[in-house]
């Protein structure tokens, strides 16, 4: 039993086997130990059986909870569900040890759940791996083990579906592995610093909290990464159309689902160039407005005393200020004290004539489209990317604009997130990312 084992879960790190003997028998154990409650293995099988104060045999005969497989091929999805199967006499038994998680865990809290699993990734990483295995219960799931930080030891796990994972990723992300030589590590934000994003404009590496979302990932052929002390595991590769895809998306209708997806790239677009294309239409091109349209904005920044450049920078401060106030006050205060100095810092500026009504529209809406992206470091990266188109609106207007959107374009082409392309702006069937993964092994 033990060899057979060994073989289908070749890669699982997570995977206990013994070899036992008394006076009279010899059993064999095996059990997952991410998935089992490991002091019920040893009060009903390990504890009986070295004590010997009764026949193992004749209890394991006596107790109901012991339960024969006959069929050796049910032994991986039974090993999958939490049991411990014992080698006794020749016939295996079941004993069921799972250890199951329900209040220990936290809600999830930077990705909003509507209809998704309410719980979230543990930073206890045998917890997380619980998680994991319950809801994606398949013996292909292989788990490598490995400690990064020459000074922190921190350990950290590889989890991936050895039928649907492209090799090539893999060996990349090993690679990679092998090459981080930071002494300390904390959280998987430092690793993935350390993998590549540092420098980058875009993240390329998904960090989630939910256990939805890793699953999904596993299943498309990813490779997850987690570490010892930090609730969020990496999922890699990840490209553009990740980062805009909500995971409740995958509970909702098809319809539906497009068009929240349509509404969030139009936000990116909006929140990216609406700053820059209002410096290049006031300096530049008003004639692209209707004439009433064109009065009615002129009238507005009649007692603003400086170009509109300016106008767009002392809003745009003012609301970054806004947001990182919000996520650094306390909870119970910070959304009070941003919706107070918003509508009170706004509204003054307006009247002291700081800045036009007009202004304040756009910067609204460049922070109510900035908020609509799902995920949180593809939200953080997308605020920064207004800024350099201002510059070249001052200079060049509507011509600087479209420069500088086909040089993220060209950028976004340009990238790679562990040697598969970067900018897809649309989804792809699991089935297709499986038999990719299987061209690639063959």
Same mark, same amino acid.
């Given at each position: 039993?033990?060899? +057979?084992?060994?073989?289908?879960?070749? !890669?699982?790190?997570?995977?206990?086997?013994?070899?036992?003997?008394?006076?009279?028998?010899?059993?064999?154990?095996?059990?997952?130990?991410?998935?089992?409650?490991?002091?019920?293995?040893?009060?009903?099988?390990?504890?009986?059986?070295?004590?010997?104060?009764?026949?193992?045999? !004749?209890? #394991?005969?006596?107790?109901?909870? &012991?339960? /024969?497989?006959?069929?050796?091929? =049910?032994?991986?999805?039974?090993?999958?569900? %939490?049991?411990?199967?014992?080698?006794?006499?020749?016939?295996?038994? =079941?004993?069921?040890?799972?250890?199951?998680?329900?209040?220990?865990? @936290? /809600?999830?809290?930077?990705?909003? #759940?509507?209809?998704?699993? /309410?719980?979230?990734l543990s930073e206890d990483?045998?917890?997380?791996?619980?998680?994991?295995?319950?809801r994606y219960p398949s013996e292909e799931l292989a788990i490598e083990e490995r400690t990064i930080g020459t000074i922190s030891k921190s350990r950290i796990v590889l989890i991936y579906d050895k039928h649907r994972v492209d090799a090539t990723v893999l060996s990349h992300v090993r690679a990679k592995l092998e090459r981080v030589s930071d002494p300390i590590y904390t959280a998987t934000g430092e690793l993935v610093r350390s993998?590549?994003?540092?420098?980058?404009? *875009?993240?390329?590496?998904?960090?989630?909290?939910?256990?939805?979302? #890793?699953?999904s990932g596993i299943e498309d052929g990813k490779v997850i990464l987690m570490m010892q002390g930090s609730m969020f595991a990496i999922i890699l @590769?990840?490209? &553009?159309?990740?980062?805009?895809?909500?995971?409740?998306?995958?509970?909702?209708? *098809?319809?539906?689902?497009?068009?929240?997806?349509?509404?969030?790239?139009?936000? #990116?677009?909006?929140?990216?160039?609406?700053?820059?294309?209002?410096?290049?239409?006031? $300096?530049?091109?008003?004639?692209?407005? +209707?004439? /009433?349209? $064109?009065?009615?904005?002129? %009238?507005?920044?009649?007692?603003?005393?400086?170009?509109?450049?300016?106008e767009v920078f002392i809003m745009? *401060?003012?609301?970054?200020?806004?947001?990182?106030?919000?996520?650094?006050?306390? =909870?119970?205060?910070?959304?009070?004290?941003?919706?107070?100095g918003g509508l009170i810092l706004g509204q003054a500026a307006q009247q002291a004539g700081l800045v036009s009504s007009i202004m304040i529209i756009v910067t609204s809406v460049v922070a109510i489209s900035n908020f609509v992206i799902p995920v949180n470091n593809m939200s953080t990266a997308i605020r920064f990317l207004k800024y350099p188109l201002i510059i070249p609106a001052i200079f060049f207007g509507i011509s600087g604009v479209t420069f500088g959107v086909f040089c993220y374009l060209v950028y976004l082409a340009d990238l790679r997130s562990f040697g598969k392309p970067y900018f897809r702006l649309f989804g792809r069937s699991r089935s297709q990312s499986a038999d990719i993964g299987q061209v690639a092994r063959e």
């Open positions: 039993m033990l060899n +057979r084992l060994g073989t289908l879960f070749a !890669e699982s790190r997570d995977l206990t086997m013994d070899r036992l003997q008394n006076e009279s028998l010899i059993i064999e154990v095996a059990y997952i130990s991410s998935l089992c409650d490991e002091s019920k293995v040893s009060d009903f099988i390990l504890v009986p059986f070295t004590k010997q104060e009764h026949p193992f045999d !004749e209890l #394991v005969a006596r107790n109901p909870s &012991f339960k /024969q497989v006959d069929d050796p091929a =049910k032994w991986a999805e039974t090993l999958l569900h %939490g049991f411990a199967l014992v080698l006794l006499n020749g016939t295996v038994y =079941k004993l069921d040890v799972a250890r199951i998680i329900r209040n220990e865990n @936290p /809600q999830t809290m930077v990705e909003t #759940v509507i209809m998704g699993p /309410q719980i979230a990483l045998i917890d997380s791996i619980n998680i994991i295995r319950s993998l590549g994003d540092r420098y980058r404009l *875009f993240p390329s590496m998904m960090m989630s909290e939910r256990p939805d979302r #890793v699953c @590769p990840s490209t &553009f159309f990740d980062f805009l895809h909500a995971v409740d998306d995958d509970y909702d209708s *098809f319809w539906m689902t497009r068009a929240m997806i349509t509404l969030r790239y139009f936000a #990116v677009v909006l929140t990216v160039t609406l700053p820059a294309l209002y410096v290049a239409i006031m $300096s530049y091109n008003p004639e692209l407005f +209707r004439v /009433q349209l $064109s009065f009615s904005i002129a %009238g507005s920044r009649s007692a603003v005393p400086y170009p509109s450049f300016v745009l *401060f003012m609301i970054e200020s806004l947001i990182e106030a919000s996520v650094r006050l306390p =909870k119970y205060i910070g959304s009070t004290a941003t919706t107070v």
